[in-house]
């Protein structure tokens, strides 16, 4: 009878790191993002400002825009900001209506006061 051979202990073999492939360099531009904030104020009376903010510098201040454009801008963001801001439009419009109907009253007592004096 052969002599056996003598048990040799199983080690387990550590497994083996596959070398990592560098990935192929993609040809398509990053997206860099860049942050804006545009505040847009307006007063009762129908006066509207512009600022401009970048990284947390102002860039622009007291900008004066009109109120038809801040109309237009609202309709094309979102039909909730358009309601909003229209709401506060048709405000100024109805004071500035009701102030040159005062204007208008005033205006025509003073040329019915001045066609007095120029009858005498």
């Not at 048990?7 to 993609?26: D, G, I, Y």
């Not at 804006?36 to 512009?50: I, M, P, S």
């Not at 600022?51 to 237009?72: D, H, M, N, Y």
């Amino acid at each position: 009878m052969p002599a056996a051979a003598p048990e040799q202990p199983v080690v387990a073999e550590a497994p083996t790191k596959k070398p990592r492939v560098p990935r192929a360099q993609s040809t398509a531009k990053k997206t860099r993002t860049v942050e804006l904030t545009l505040t847009v104020t307006g007063t009762a009376d129908g006066e509207w400002q512009a600022e401009l903010s970048q990284g947390g510098k102002r860039v622009l201040q007291g900008l004066l825009v009109p109120a038809a454009a801040v109309s237009r801008a609202a309709a094309e963001l979102h039909e909730d900001i358009s309601k909003t801001i229209e709401s506060v439009l048709d405000t100024a419009r109805e004071q500035h209506r009701a102030r040159m109907e005062e204007l208008e009253a005033e205006l025509s007592k003073v040329k019915a006061a001045l066609a007095d004096l120029q009858e005498g």
